[in-house]
């Protein structure tokens, strides 16, 4: 199974603070990567697909970028509705896999 | 809009066997453009996948759950459900519905494989006694 290590386990920013979470396949996945937001007790949400693609519903300070074996994703400036739990997924291989999340926190 | 509803039990015995239904409403379960899916989040950790069902009927499992895991499509019925037998206190979890595009084939595998656009609300199964 492909293993998607996600950097850093959790992370404290402010609100306005630029954000950017890290995620490394164990082999190559070309542009097969996607983001989630996970809040307790929600269902995940989807903000980025095939790597860099903002799905409709995402807030547009959330990016994404990479490809091959390193994806990030970034929040360009944090919002109070931002600190959640993220979860990137590798679309590539079955089996899907996902990261072991990153918690963003309020500093 | 396309909405997922999760329902079954919310208390399971140890050795017996997890059911969940996922109503698809807004939407139908015999599009060929999507594939409809199933992943828990245990109490402090992370996402799982567990299985995946194609609209014809052709079915892909994580292989740590293979030899538990059956999930089947209902068309008329407009649901996908799930079957883990023999649960033990480890398959205590948030269990997701959800729909994945049917955009990318696996060819080594045979498999749709992908994300997931649209979810469940979830349904917290407790395994216990």
């Known amino acids: 199974d492909i293993q998607m290590t996600q950097s850093p386990s959790s992370l404290s920013a402010a609100v306005g603070d630029r954000v950017t979470i890290t995620c490394r396949a164990s082999?190559?996945?070309?542009?097969?990567v996607a983001w989630y937001q996970k809040k307790p007790g929600k269902a995940p949400k989807l903000l980025i697909y095939?790597?860099?693609s903002l799905e409709s519903e995402a807030p547009s300070r959330f990016s994404g970028s990479g490809s091959g074996t390193e994806f990030t994703l970034s929040i360009s400036s944090l919002q109070p509705d931002d600190f959640a739990t993220y979860y990137c997924?590798?679309?590539?291989?079955?089996?899907?896999?996902f990261g072991g999340g990153t918690k963003v926190e309020i500093k | 809009q396309l909405q997922l509803q999760e329902s079954g039990p919310g208390l399971v015995k140890p050795s017996e066997t997890l059911s969940l239904t996922c109503s698809v409403s807004g939407g139908s379960v015999s599009s060929s453009s999507y594939y409809w899916g199933w992943v828990r989040q245990p109490p402090g950790k992370g996402l799982e996948w567990i299985g995946s069902v194609y609209y014809s009927g052709s079915t892909t499992y994580n292989p740590s759950l293979k030899s538990r895991v059956s999930v089947s499509v209902h068309t008329s019925e407009n649901h996908f459900a799930l079957k883990l037998s023999s649960v033990t206190a480890a398959d205590t979890a948030e269990y997701f519905c959800a729909r994945g595009p049917a955009e990318n084939y696996d060819l080594r595998s045979g498999h749709w494989v992908g994300a997931f656009d649209i979810w469940g609300q979830g349904t917290m199964v407790t395994v216990s006694s």
């Open positions: 082999e190559s996945i070309g542009k097969w």
């Open positions: 095939q790597a860099s």
């Open positions: 997924q590798q679309c590539n291989t079955y089996p899907v896999t």
